[in-house]
């Protein structure tokens, strides 16, 4: 038997020295930046309100789209 999992989310891993300004850009090119920082930030909390001054790891899992209804 084997399984397979389906992601029910989109989400990237960063690059190195990545920021919101930098994902937005590369994950939504056709979007304005700062629209796109909303809606990433929004959807990443944990991110947000990580104690400073720790940024984005390229271990991290940054949602690029919202939680399932």
Do not use: H, K
């Amino acid at each position: 038997m084997s399984a397979s999992i389906t992601p029910q989310r989109p989400w990237v891993y960063p690059c190195e020295g990545d920021d919101w300004q930098r994902i937005a850009a590369r994950v939504f090119p056709e979007r304005p930046v700062e629209e796109a920082i909303a809606d990433l930030q929004s959807w990443n909390l944990y991110l947000v309100f990580r104690p400073a001054p720790a940024g984005m790891t390229p271990s991290d899992i940054v949602f690029t789209g919202p939680p399932a209804a």
